[in-house]
């Protein structure tokens, strides 16, 4: 017997709506505007080099590899060894691991599609397109989800470690679900416009870098302080034992 959706063995708390306003109100007040990448194969490999980079290092590696091999065929022939000497030069974590992925990659798609190409994805319904994308080696759903949210302006709804640890802060979710399940079940209660799903993904990581940080979370000013069964528990941490502020 199939189980039921996520939003049915968790439904959406009623604050969900009122996260989403205030945080898209603050952050990205004005309505994004779509943009598809004429060359989503580019914001795919962007994206492999983001994994645990800062998105200055990510911006570097990215050009140092375009510099170097202005066409994808040119890297796949270098082979890896080759990418991953021009990623070195341009620093960063992680390198091997990433050069390997992106090689196997465009050898993957050479191999299956005849082409280093996924522009003809703008064409693919959004199924089609996932299913292609976590094909590849190395790439996962959340992956995937960049690529449909940011390079083809789809309704995709990528969850990031930001966007994990608020939900869990503000018990949007169970505390047992992975970032997997929740960025399924965000698939389900959101709704379903790029709009939407564009401006709560990139204002909640926004809050998640400048208020609602890992470590010493900057409770007293956040904007969601009401709606937080969590801040309860920083703040007296913030406290010490004489009452003084830590």
Not at 92 to 103: H, M, P
Request: proline content about 8%.
């Amino acid at each position: 017997m199939a189980r039921p959706p996520l939003s049915e063995q968790h439904p959406a708390p009623p604050q969900l709506g009122e996260v989403a306003r205030r945080l898209t109100d603050a952050y990205l007040p004005g309505r994004p505007h779509p943009e598809r990448s004429a060359e989503p194969l580019d914001g795919l490999i962007s994206t492999i080099l983001s994994q645990q980079n800062l998105a200055v290092v990510t911006r570097r590696q990215f050009a140092a590899l375009k510099r170097m091999y202005p066409r994808w065929e040119m890297a796949l022939h270098d082979g890896p060894d080759g990418i991953e000497t021009t990623l070195r030069e341009a620093g960063g974590g992680l390198i091997r691991s990433k050069s390997l992925t992106i090689w196997n990659v465009l050898h993957t798609l050479e191999e299956a599609r005849g082409t280093l190409s996924l522009a003809d994805t703008r064409g693919m319904a959004d199924g089609e397109v996932r299913a292609l994308l976590e094909g590849l080696p190395g790439v996962g759903p959340k992956t995937a989800s960049c690529v449909l949210l940011f390079d083809l302006a789809r309704p995709a709804m990528p969850v990031d470690t930001h966007i994990d640890r608020i939900s869990r802060r503000l018990e949007l979710v169970p505390a047992r679900w992975n970032a997997v399940k929740i960025e399924r079940w965000y698939e389900e209660v959101l709704p379903r416009t790029w709009a939407d799903r564009y401006a709560f993904h990139v204002s909640t990581i926004a809050h998640g870098r400048a208020v609602c940080r890992s470590q010493r979370p900057r409770c007293a000013g956040c904007l969601l302080l009401d709606l937080c069964p969590s801040a309860a528990v920083f703040m007296y941490g913030e406290q010490q034992p004489d009452g003084r502020a830590g």
